[in-house]
Each structure stands twice: as C-alpha cells, then as structure tokens.
C-alpha cells in the first residue's frame, strides 16, 4: 500500500502550527491515492509531540530522538528521515516549508533519488501520482510540477492548507534511536530564542508591516507596535527600513525577505514596489494606508485609506482595541 | 584557502513575467537577466573569507547559457580570482540534476569553503546547495547570517524562526548565504579592467536524469481591485467594519 510520510515539526515536545497542516493534508491526500500517512517527529520531545497527531487524524507514528540526531545537525536528520522513508516503501513525503524544512528538503532529494518541489500550495492527486503547485519568479508565476520519481517529495507553505483538527483519535507512537548517522556531518551548538517570544511573521494569521513612511525607527515603533499588538499580530517591514538599520532583518517581507500569507496583512507607509508585493500579495486580505492616492499599494489592498500614519494609526489602534475589548 | 561560489543568472526583480510558447517556461524576449541577489552575499564572503587567509583562490562556478558569462565576469571584477563555466544547452533539468551538474564541476575544484545563495529568485527552491553538500559528502548549512573560518572548523550562524543558531561544521562545507551575512562590494574600475583579461575556463555538464518535471506554467490571477473606504482618521470605522463584516478578517 503507498504511504505517505507527514514530516511534523515540532520543537521541545510540541507540534508547530505548520505541522497540522501537513498531517490534515497528508490524511485528505491518503483519501485520493488509497495511501496510509505515518507520522515523523523528530529531535529532543518528538515522542511527546507525536502522540499529539492523532487530533489530525495520523494514527501511526514513528519518533526520531536521541542516537544520531542528538548532534541536531541537518545531516543527521536527514539521515534518519530518509531511512525511515526507506523503511516504510514511502511514495510521498511531505513537510512544511520553513526554516526546518530548508535544512532538509535538498537532503532528502538526493538521498531518496527525486527532486523535490518546496513551497507547494496546493497538492493533487490524479491516477495514483501527485501533482504539486508552487509560486516562482516571487509568486509572478505558478507552476505545476510532476513527480517521476519513486518519491514525491514536497514542502507545504505555511498558513495555506488547512488544518483540520480535533479528530480525536488515538496515535500509536514507535520511538527510535537512529544508530547509523552520516560520516561528516556539523553540531548545533546552542539556539538561542530571539525578539522575546513575539508571534513569527510566516506563522501569523495577522500581520502590521510598516515602510519608509513612518519617518523614524522611534515612529515605526511608537505606531507599529502597539497597533500589532492590539491585533495579537507580527510585526513586518519593508526592505527600506530593514536596510535603514529601524527593523532587523527577520522583519522583511518581500522577495529578498520572507513570503507571508497571512489572513489580515497592514502595509502602512509602504509604497508597494512590486519587490514587496512579492513576498506578501498572497494574503487573503489587505489594508493599506499611504498618504499618496496614487501609491501602488493600492492596486493589490482590498482597503485603502489615504491618510498619514501619524493621524490614522493612533485611531485605529484604540479602536482595535475598543472591538477586541482589550 | 579554496574557495568555490556558485552563482546563477536569474531575470532581475522588476523583470515583467510572461508565459513563453512552450506553456512551461518564461518569455525571455525583453527580460533584463542579474546575478542572483542572493549569491552576491556568497561572492562577498568568500573574497572577505580569502582576504583573511593570504594565498586564497576564490573561483566562481555557473550552470548557466552562454550569456550567464556575463554575471561571471561581474564576479571576477569584484575580486573572485578564477570562473568556470558549465554551459548548459535547452534540455529542461530539475533541482536534482542542476545538483549533479555543478556537484561534479565543484569536485574538480577540490574547495575547503563552497558557498551558495540561499536560494535562485527564479525557481525559488533553495534546495541546489544543499543538494550539492549531500552529493559531495560534506557537511552544511543553509541561511547563514555570520560566518568565522577558525582552523578547520566553521562556525556559522543561522537565521530561523524567531531564533539563532550556532552551529560548528567541519572542513570542507557547504554553507548558504542569507541576508544579514555581509554588505556586497559594487566591482571598481581597476577589478572591471583585471576581469576582462582573465580567462573563463569551459566545461561540458555531466550527465543527470531528471525526475520532477514542469507540466504548466500560469499567471495568478489578479487581485480584484480594491477600495478606498476612505481619508484619514475619519475612515477608521467603516475600515473596521468592513474587515469585520465583509472581510471576516477581524
Ligand atoms: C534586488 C532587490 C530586492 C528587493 N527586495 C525587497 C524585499 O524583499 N522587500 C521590500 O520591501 N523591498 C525590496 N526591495 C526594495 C523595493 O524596491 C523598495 O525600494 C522598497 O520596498 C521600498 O520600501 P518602502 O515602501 O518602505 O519605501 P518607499 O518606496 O519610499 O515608500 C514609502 C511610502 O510611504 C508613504 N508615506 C510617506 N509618508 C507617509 C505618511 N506620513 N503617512 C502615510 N504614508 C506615508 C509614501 O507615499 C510612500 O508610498 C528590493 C529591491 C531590489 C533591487
Ligand atoms: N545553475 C546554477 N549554476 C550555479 N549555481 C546555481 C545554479 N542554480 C542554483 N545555484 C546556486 O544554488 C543556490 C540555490 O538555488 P536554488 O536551489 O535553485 O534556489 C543559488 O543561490 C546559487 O548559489
């Protein structure tokens, strides 16, 4: 029977946000190729974050702790990963598209013979093989791949597929201690949390993005800030800001910055160069205020109001707040 | 200390996208071509990784058409001391086999340092470094925000959600470069005119199969176009209740 492999992230025991989606979209795949889904954690807590699968409905798992992977380097994860696919004669193998995922993907590809196809945004299924599409040219154009080889291999773009969750079923978890690890490989030596816990721009289902309109790094933060915060949402930038030395790096949105999709995304003094439209034209709905009526922001907001930040933000923070009651 | 960079020509960022005739690839009629902006903080690190250790050779590898010599040439007048060409002819190739083509030209450049972009902003894979690590049996790292040569060891920090990694990677790695790592050098005059006399050195792709192949390639379809609900403060509450009650967005 083809299998599918549901690669979930999780980090100290807890799945990612992504990795329900990967699980409900291998399980609605599952249906249509008449393939099973096993589940695979791995890293430090990938046991306690395994069990959890089952609310997505992945009844089998397999977890990957200690062993080998305890270097934490990409080449051992990827080691075990791929003997796992092995093992289990996988015919599909999915993760979601983030940081992990690109430690892991080009790996997986060579060792498991196919070229994978990363940032999919949609699957289908069509006489028992995959297609998968995927923005290129920075989402101008949309490709639809085909999988040739014994395995297709796809990273999902966060925020796209849905997460269907509270199935409530009971997941069967095998915990394994790879034993054989690649012959060179690197070590994590730490990882160190940064911007204090703040909700991650490609996880957030809101998103405030602030330009060269808000004058000043103090500006950007006076009005951004509160306004994200009101809106339990992260904080974006443009690559002018990021460039100005105002926001860190992390911050940008755009073709050379971060693809976000978020369900609500604010550009505030951002013109809109077709640069940033790139990484953030996907959301499903976005709100612009830019004093210039003619700003091509405009073009691609579903609102705009044609106002300063200086007067709008303030207003429309407190209003924020008055409708969330917080 | 050798240093090998792979570099790709890849449509600019402004570049207007067209489906081309075969329904699967661009229309390159008009379309102005750039060094890929990511692989410019590769070259930039490893002539600033060469500049710490006297004696260095940085050589800058592409898979690419003719015309790519170009954007290599771009690469020898920022500093980069060698090129080599892997000329590519039309036949289509996945991420795989692009992996394979440059893993057996890298390897003829037997390096201590391979550097990549942290991904080609035409396919938007991110995949051919690592690919390339895993071919060649060397340890890697993607998304590298800072870098120390230190002996036989790199240490390398990684940008990743919300955190930063350190991570050590034995000699000879492969490492991507992300932005953050480095401010690239715009080639002077004296590096443009010691580029042109330099010799490119050609090479023939290896052979490699490739498996995952482009069925179609579309436009997306545009926005609907949006309204101005208003100006200034004033349009805050029709905002908000149009993101409530249209837009189920809030
Ligand atoms: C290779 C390359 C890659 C790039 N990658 C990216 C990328 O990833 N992300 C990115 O964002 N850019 C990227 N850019 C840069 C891009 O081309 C633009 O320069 C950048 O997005 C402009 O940022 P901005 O909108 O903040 O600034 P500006 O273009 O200067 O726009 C500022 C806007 O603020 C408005 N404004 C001014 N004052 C006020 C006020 N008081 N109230 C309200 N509105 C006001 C103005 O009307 C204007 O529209 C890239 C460029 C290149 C060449
Ligand atoms: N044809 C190519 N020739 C040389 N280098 C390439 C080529 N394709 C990709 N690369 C390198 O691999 C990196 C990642 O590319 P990709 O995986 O296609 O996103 C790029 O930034 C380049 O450094």
């Given at each position: 029977m083809a299998c599918i492999l549901a690669i979930a992230e999780q980090d100290g025991g807890k799945l990612k946000k992504v990795a329900h989606e990967v699980a409900s979209e291998a399980v609605r795949q599952a249906g249509a190729l008449g393939a099973r889904v096993i589940g695979v954690t791995i890293g430090a807590g990938a046991a306690a974050a395994a069990a959890a699968l089952g609310d997505c409905g992945v009844t089998e798992a397999v977890a990957l702790e200690g062993?080998?992977?305890?270097?934490?380097?990409g080449e051992a994860y990827a080691a075990a990963l791929a003997a796992v696919a092995r093992e289990k004669g996988a015919t599909v193998v999915l993760l979601g598209a983030t940081s992990f995922a690109r430690d892991l993907l080009g790996r997986l590809g060579v060792l498991l013979d196919s070229s994978p196809a990363a940032d999919c945004i949609a699957l289908a299924a069509a006489g028992g093989k995959l297609t998968a599409r995927r923005p290129v040219y920075a989402g101008k154009a949309l490709q639809t791949v085909a999988f040739g080889g014994a395995v297709a291999i796809a990273s999902l773009r966060p925020n796209v597929f849905a997460a269907a969750r509270g199935k409530g079923a009971s997941c069967t978890v095998t915990s394994v201690a790879p034993a054989a690890g690649p012959a060179k490989q690197g070590r994590r030596i730490e990882r160190v949390a940064v911007g204090g816990g703040k909700i991650e721009l490609t996880e957030a289902e809101c998103i405030v993005a602030g330009g060269r309109g808000l004058k000043t790094p103090e500006t950007f933060a006076r009005l951004i800030e509160p306004l994200a915060a009101a809106l339990n949402a992260a904080v974006g930038a443009s690559r002018a800001v990021v460039d100005a030395g105002w926001r860190p790096h992390g911050e940008q949105v755009g073709q050379t910055g971060k693809t976000v999709a978020p369900k609500l995304y604010f550009a505030c003094?951002?013109?809109?160069a077709i640069q940033h439209l790139a990484g953030m034209?996907?959301?499903?709905t976005i709100v612009a205020i830019n004093k210039?009526?003619?700003?091509?922001?405009f073009k691609v907001a579903d609102y705009g109001i044609v106002g300063d930040v200086e007067e709008v933000l303030p207003i429309l923070t407190t209003a924020v707040k008055g409708l969330r009651g917080t | 200390m050798k240093v090998t960079v792979c570099i790709k020509r890849v449509p600019s960022t402004t570049a207007r996208i067209r489906v081309g005739g075969d329904g699967r690839s661009i229309d390159e009629t008009g379309v102005e071509f750039v060094l890929n902006p990511y692989d410019e903080f590769a070259v930039e690190e490893a002539l600033r990784q060469a500049e710490k250790a006297p004696g260095s050779v940085v050589t800058v590898v592409t898979f690419g058409p003719e015309a790519a010599g170009k954007e290599l040439r771009g690469c020898l007048a920022m500093g980069a001391h060698e090129a080599l060409h892997v000329t590519a002819d039309a036949a289509p190739r996945d991420a795989l086999a692009m992996a394979k083509v440059l893993a057996a030209a890298i390897a003829?450049?037997?390096?201590?340092l391979v550097l990549f972009g942290r991904q080609a902003i035409d396919g938007d894979q991110g995949q051919v470094g690592l690919m390339v690590a895993t071919l060649l049996g060397m340890p890697a790292l993607p998304d590298v925000v800072k870098l120390a040569i230190d002996g036989g060891t790199a240490r390398a920090e990684r940008e990743i959600e919300g955190a930063i990694e350190r991570h050590e990677l034995p000699l000879p790695c492969v490492l991507s470069c992300a932005k953050g790592l480095n401010e690239p050098r715009l080639p002077n005059m004296k590096g443009i005119m010691a580029a042109k006399k330099k010799v490119i050195a050609t090479a023939a792709p290896a052979a490699a199969a490739t498996t995952t192949t482009v069925l179609s390639l579309e436009l997306p379809a545009e926005r609907a176009a949006g309204k101005i609900v208003g100006e200034g403060a004033a349009a805050v509450p029709v905002l908000l209740q149009l993101l409530r009650d249209e837009a189920h967005a809030l």
């Open positions: 062993g080998t992977v305890a270097s934490d380097s003094g951002i013109s809109g034209r996907t959301s499903k210039d009526k003619e700003a091509p922001i | 003829t450049t037997s390096p201590d």
